[in-house]
């Protein structure tokens, strides 16, 4: 009977034993919850801000990187699953994203913090995978999103079509970017696996009447630069000559992105007009001044010097500060002459590009350069000193681009 018992005992240790090993296996094979429930009602007065559709301004190439899985597709379709808690922070990576469940409410330097959300979940029907192998085309995945009360997460909602960006687990990689939108019906060319495959599509959807969320063009133009994919000057080209204003600017900007010197001169060209504002629509005005911005080659001073003719004030600006920028003693002359902008704040650009050429080329700090709070109640205190330098001496060393 004792021995019976002992056998039994033992039989009972073993089976929990087995039975913890299991769930011990379990634990460690799946991946950490990215959601907790969460112990506040639905209607908790913590202000509610509204998920964005998806976001469409994005470095595709860090992206692109950081997914295991790309996943050329539709969401089909969408239902809430309920009510939770995520914690939002800095990952092991480097980046900002979710952390698992439970990780705890913000930490006193901000790096964390906890929201509630309303969880979804999307069915996505995969037509292609173009990096990854965690499912096949045909699939059709189920992948969680985040409505949140506190802060704006894109959002996956029914129709909508392009990339969709997952971790080793197949969960969302990044839930600022959860899927790079392309025109409907569009698929990589044969052949064609990764950022190419993106690139292509995004090529593909650079097309009149594309439907899209907002800023589809925008975003759809900025990734071809970033991807530069195979035929995209050519394409790009193309598309400047157009008669669609919003397909015009985006390719222009795209080109500009990628030093192509024409189209430098023609979105000058369109800048100068009285009617410039038209020409850029959306966030094209945005992107082409960033694109302006983004320029190294000194011999394209010239071409952005033109912009100090417009009556725009902050044009002139822009111009000034990718002068900087560039940091060519060519740019001398421009900033001498904008010494005497109608705008302070761009004298006072002036006087910092002329600053810092003088520094680059002779290691001169003998003028004066302040700071904005200085410089913005009494500019002449500080232009006269660089006009009067200009006559004495910068002309004749820089005043044909010339300089060490």
Same mark, same amino acid.
Request: proline share 7%; charged share 20%; hydrophobic share 40%.
């Given at each position: 009977?004792?021995?019976?018992?002992?056998?039994?005992?033992?039989?009972?240790?073993?089976?929990?034993?087995?039975?913890?090993?299991?769930?011990?296996?379990?634990?460690?094979?799946?991946?950490?919850?990215?959601?907790?429930?969460?112990?506040?009602?639905?209607?908790?007065?913590?202000?509610?801000?509204?998920?964005?559709?998806?976001?469409?301004?994005?470095?595709?190439?860090?992206?692109?990187?950081?997914?295991?899985?790309?996943?050329?597709?539709?969401?089909?379709?969408?239902?809430?699953?309920?009510?939770? $808690?995520?914690?939002? &922070?800095? *990952?092991? !990576?480097?980046?900002?994203? @979710? #952390? =698992?469940?439970?990780? /705890?409410?913000?930490?006193?330097?901000?790096?964390?913090?906890?929201?509630?959300?309303?969880?979804?979940?999307?069915?996505?029907?995969?037509?292609?995978?173009?990096?990854?192998?965690?499912?096949?085309?045909?699939?059709?995945?189920?992948?969680?999103?985040?409505?949140?009360?506190?802060?704006?997460?894109?959002?996956?909602?029914?129709?909508?079509?392009?990339?969709?960006? $997952?971790?080793?687990? &197949?969960? *969302?990689? !990044?839930?600022?970017?959860? @899927? #790079? =939108?392309?025109?409907? /019906?569009?698929?990589?060319?044969?052949?064609?696996?990764?950022?190419?495959?993106?690139?292509?599509?995004?090529?593909?959807?650079?097309?009149?009447?594309?439907?899209?969320?907002?800023?589809?063009?925008?975003?759809?133009?900025?990734?071809?630069?970033?991807?530069?994919?195979?035929?995209?000057?050519?394409?790009?080209?193309?598309?400047?000559?157009?008669?669609?204003?919003? $397909?015009?600017?985006?390719?222009?900007?795209?080109?500009?992105?990628?030093?192509?010197?024409?189209?430098?001169?023609?979105?000058?060209?369109?800048?100068?007009?009285?009617?410039?504002?038209?020409?850029?629509?959306?966030?094209?005005?945005?992107?082409?001044?960033?694109?302006?911005?983004?320029?190294?080659?000194?011999?394209?001073?010239?071409?952005?010097?033109?912009?100090?003719?417009?009556?725009?004030?902050?044009?002139?600006?822009?111009?000034?500060?990718?002068?900087?920028?560039?940091?060519?003693?060519?740019?001398?002359?421009?900033?001498?002459?904008?010494?005497?902008?109608?705008?302070?704040?761009?004298?006072?650009?002036?006087?910092?590009?002329?600053?810092?050429?003088?520094?680059?080329?002779?290691?001169?700090?003998?003028?004066?350069?302040?700071?904005?709070?200085?410089?913005?109640?009494?500019?002449?205190?500080?232009?006269?000193?660089?006009?009067?330098?200009?006559?004495?001496?910068?002309?004749?060393?820089?005043?044909?681009?010339?300089?060490?």
């Amino acid at each position: 009977m004792a021995r019976n018992l002992r056998v039994t005992l033992a039989c009972c240790v073993l089976g929990a034993a087995a039975l913890m090993g299991g769930l011990a296996y379990l634990r460690a094979d799946r991946p950490p919850r990215l959601w907790r429930p969460d112990p506040n009602p639905p209607g908790n007065a913590r202000g509610h801000v509204q998920s964005r559709p998806v976001s469409l301004l994005y470095d595709a190439p860090a992206l692109l990187d950081a997914a295991d899985t790309v996943v050329l597709g539709e969401v089909v379709g969408d239902k809430t699953v309920g009510r939770g $808690l995520i914690a939002i &922070g800095q *990952l092991p !990576d480097g980046r900002y994203g @979710l #952390l =698992p469940a439970g990780s /705890g409410p913000a930490t006193s330097s901000g790096e964390q913090i906890e929201t509630g959300v309303t969880v979804h979940q999307a069915a996505f029907q995969a037509v292609d995978v173009v990096k990854g192998d965690y499912c096949r085309p045909g699939a059709l995945l189920q992948v969680e999103w985040f409505e949140a009360d506190t802060i704006s997460l894109t959002s996956l909602e029914p129709g909508a079509y392009g990339f969709l960006l $997952l971790d080793q687990h &197949g969960r *969302l990689s !990044d839930l600022e970017h959860s @899927l #790079l =939108p392309v025109a409907k /019906g569009v698929v990589p060319p044969p052949g064609t696996t990764g950022k190419e495959a993106v690139g292509q599509c995004m090529l593909a959807s650079l097309k009149p009447q594309a439907s899209g969320p907002a800023f589809f063009l925008e975003g759809c133009a900025q990734a071809v630069w970033q991807l530069q994919p195979k035929g995209a000057t050519a394409r790009l080209r193309d598309l400047a000559t157009w008669q669609d204003v919003g $397909l015009r600017a985006n390719a222009l900007v795209a080109l500009v992105h990628l030093g192509d010197a024409d189209a430098l001169r023609s979105t000058v060209d369109l800048l100068l007009r009285k009617d410039w504002r038209s020409q850029f629509p959306g966030l094209a005005i945005a992107n082409a001044r960033g694109a302006i911005s983004s320029l190294s080659d000194p011999a394209s001073v010239p071409e952005i010097a033109r912009l100090l003719s417009s009556p725009e004030a902050s044009l002139r600006g822009q111009a000034l500060q990718a002068m900087r920028k560039i940091g060519s003693p060519v740019a001398a002359t421009y900033f001498a002459a904008a010494l005497s902008d109608e705008a302070v704040a761009n004298r006072h650009q002036a006087v910092l590009g002329l600053a810092e050429l003088l520094w680059r080329q002779e290691q001169r700090r003998d003028l004066p350069a302040p700071g904005a709070q200085l410089f913005d109640p009494d500019p002449d205190r500080y232009t006269q000193p660089w006009r009067d330098w200009w006559e004495r001496e910068g002309k004749a060393k820089y005043g044909q681009g010339g300089g060490k």
